[in-house]
């Protein structure tokens, strides 16, 4: 279990995992970007997003430049729902209509990364160091890569946002609680002395919402967070295998910290367990729902979820914490969180590839950056605008984690999603955690070598 981990175990794990994924950079200003080409003239440029409506981007996308401008032509923007974006864009590429710009997740660039161009070398004066010093280090793991000696850049952030931890304030009251769980020893307690049964033994008060998925908002990214944090190597090196139930040894001792973090999760729908708090439905809402109706303590969710239940439930007493950590990272003054955003990326198939990346990097410098967040709502991806955001209490968590953000290379975002599900309610229907790893490991892998056949040096 998390709580059983020893400092040793876990910041070692932990440690070597951040050394692979990237350092840490000094905060240098948005100034460093300038760009040094002018595109070509007379360029209409589209881009497809979504989450983003054109209200949202007003100020944010140039309307038309005119003659002398960065651009010379029209900027349109078509919002398409998430669902269907990835289908919409592969198949607009393959009948050649696609659009200039699309907006990327941070976990399709394995996926999308033969359909996109590079940023050219010399539009901007950047190195990789500057690059990783003006965002927060995720983005360079998740956006740029080196093959052949020569480092790319695939896209550039709009935001980065990460898993919070809500948490209702009625109910930590009533039961005495004063402040939310930093450490995962202190969840599993909080959530056991929070969750109040029925004398059925159904749950009429859920601590946590935690040891389902389906039932639970972002379960799959809440995984892979518990097994990031447990250092978890997730992939092996070359990318054609997933490795996240292999066995570790530490100080003599031969665990697996993937199949520990699924045990953690699962526990809390285990009615034979001290942790019981959560369940399947009908007999627990979806986590979402029973959050804004005052019958969840405990859920973890993204920085939109703020205004959704403020809408739903105008009165409600809540409030977001940053997530738990296992203790021993705490006591080294380590964290790890999970990150979920979109950037700007410009696909091989545009016919004005050099003016659409001259939009982008537009769009990224500092002001601009500011406009959009101030749009839309949503925490930044510049190191330096995090400080201008920490002092709002909704942004304060979401901007901080930012910066321990850690993600891993995944082949297909949605499918990776329901292996993880399948995983997760595999192990509710009395699969042990270990064999439910093993076989979501091999799925991945099957997913792995159909996309990397012969290995990524991405």
Known sequence: MFQSFTPQKIVVLIVLGLIVLGGLGCIVTGACFSITNKPEAGADLEIWGVFDDNRSLEGFLPENTGPGGLLAGDVMYREIPFEEFEREVLNAVAAGRGPDIIYLHNTWLAKFKDKLSPMPPGLWGITEEEYRNVYVDVVANDFTSIEEGQWNVWALPLYVDTLGLYWNRDLFNTKGITQPPQTWKEFLDDAAELTELNPDGSIRISGAAMGTARNVNRAADIMSMLMLQTGTKMVSDDRTKATFSRNVTSEGNTFSPGEDALRFYAQFADPTTTAYSWDRAPLVPYSVDAFV????????????????????????????????????????????????????????????????????ASLALFDKARIYLDNTGRPPAHRELISEYVS????????????????WYQPDYFAVEEIFTNMIESVKDGTSPGTAVQRAEENVTTLLRQLNPKGSTL
């Open 293 to 360: 109706d005052g019958k969840l303590a405990m859920m973890f969710n993204y920085s939109h979820t703020v205004s959704l239940i403020r809408e739903r439930a105008p009165q409600l007493n809540f409030a977001v914490a940053s997530v738990p950590q296992p203790q021993a990272l705490r006591d080294q003054g380590i964290a790890v969180t999970y990150p979920n955003y979109f950037g700007l990326a410009v696909l091989k198939s545009s016919q004005k590839q050099k003016a659409a990346w001259s939009l982008v």
């Open 392 to 407: 709002n209490p909704d942004f304060a968590p979401f901007a901080r984690q930012a910066l321990t953000a850690v993600s």
